[in-house]
């Protein structure tokens, strides 16, 4: 089976643009969370989608959006970038239905500097 | 929150030695996990224990939970370098999974 994958995997900007990321999911995953890491905050949880609706929220500002595509790929979008919105982005998928031993199997990363 | 905190922040030991991280945290949990990291990687997932249970083994690794104490340890047997990595835990109450900021292991050769 797949593992998940992400794209792209490095990614240089300019403040005050914007990004998008893209993450598939392992195959039969419905659920497909995005992390943000970084060496002073670690792991941070942005949002997790299931069924293309937005199941759980972390605490991010709203220029951090994601959505999810009926195939359950799931994209996140960060507008009007900040030099502070440099890290490595995880994303993890799930199958959703274990309830709360639904274990997460992470792509690569994207790591994203912003300049 | 329950967030996990790691402890040790890092740590080296020699290869062949074994290698113990702790992880506390602050409410009740469902489960805890731990993932392993090589650098600048995704994470790996080793190992679920749940709030039931007191011990769990897989190969190498034996991870502990005191849900009395609000604590669990990961224990690596006979450290390999390849076990050279960041090592999280993952402490899990109902839909919320919060990652401590890890545990930087190094075996020296």
């Known amino acids: 089976k797949a593992g998940v994958t992400q794209t792209p995997r490095y990614l240089i900007k300019t403040r005050g643009q914007q990004v998008t990321l893209s993450c598939s999911p392992i195959s039969g995953h419905r659920s497909v969370s995005w992390y943000q890491q970084t060496p002073g905050q670690g792991l941070q949880f942005l949002f997790e989608?299931?069924?293309?609706?937005?199941?759980n929220k972390g605490n991010f500002p709203g220029r951090f959006s994601g959505r999810q595509f009926s195939n359950s790929r799931s994209e996140m979008n960060v507008s009007t970038l900040e030099l502070g919105d440099s890290a490595l982005y995880l994303c993890?998928?799930?199958?959703?239905?274990?309830?709360?031993?639904?274990?997460?199997?992470f792509g690569p990363g994207t790591r994203l500097t912003v300049l | 929150s329950q967030q996990g905190e790691e402890d040790p922040q890092a740590l080296s030991i020699q290869e062949g030695e074994n290698a113990t991280m702790n992880c506390s945290y602050k409410t009740s949990i469902n489960n805890l996990q731990w993932y392993r990291q090589n650098s600048g990687r995704g994470l790996v997932h080793l190992i679920l224990?749940?709030?039931?249970?007191r011990e769990k083994h897989s190969g190498r690794l034996r991870v502990t939970l005191d849900t009395s104490k609000k604590s669990s340890s990961l224990l690596i047997t006979a450290s390999r370098a390849a076990d050279t990595a960041s090592y999280f835990c993952a402490p899990r109450r109902g839909d919320k999974i919060i990652f401590g900021k890890g545990t930087r292991l190094h075996i020296l050769p």
């Open positions: 993890a998928s799930s199958k959703g239905t274990d309830g709360i031993t639904d274990t997460q199997y």
């Open positions: 224990i749940r709030s039931n249970e």
């Open positions: 989608y299931f069924s293309e609706t937005q199941r």
